[in-house]
Nanobody, 131 residues
Framework: QVQLVESGGGLVQTGGSLRISCTAS????????IGWFRQAPGKGREGVSF????????YYAESVKGRLTASRDRAKNTIYLQMNSLKPEDTGVYYC????????????????????????WGQGTQVTVSS
């Protein structure tokens, strides 16, 4: 069964840190592009971090650049989103997602970021940053 299971969200104060994990079962993450999305209350789904299946091409949204870092542990078939210096505007439900389709990157060399391109999704985990 193909599945992405997330863990690690929670409540943190402004300036704090959290790490979200996303573990895959039923398929190897090695061969998939990875995306992290978030959805704030009343807003659409926003892509915050992406890296291609080669792990060479990465992208971070301007709003999180320098504060959020995505990584992959191949042995554990798990991806992580380390979030530092959190702000109230980072509050939302965070989703991991993967895609296998071609091409892996756009003409700019950056990972593709449209939510509709991603095939498998985690269940989402709530991150709340208090002011």
């Amino acid at each position: 069964q193909v599945q992405l299971v997330e863990s690690g969200g929670g409540l943190v104060q402004t300036g704090g840190s959290l790490r979200i994990s996303c573990t895959a079962s039923g398929f190897p993450l090695d061969y998939y592009d990875i995306g992290w999305f978030r959805q704030a209350p009343g807003k659409g789904r926003e892509g915050v971090s992406f890296f291609s299946r080669s792990s060479i091409n990465t992208y971070y949204a301007e709003s999180v650049k320098g504060r959020l870092t995505a990584s992959r542990d191949r042995a554990k078939n798990t991806i992580y989103l380390q979030m530092n210096s959190l702000k109230p505007e980072d509050t939302g439900v965070y989703y991991c997602a993967t895609r296998r389709g071609e091409p892996s990157t756009g003409v700019s060399g950056l990972p593709l970021r449209g939510p509709g391109l991603y095939e498998y999704w985690g269940q989402g985990t709530q991150v709340t940053v208090s002011s």
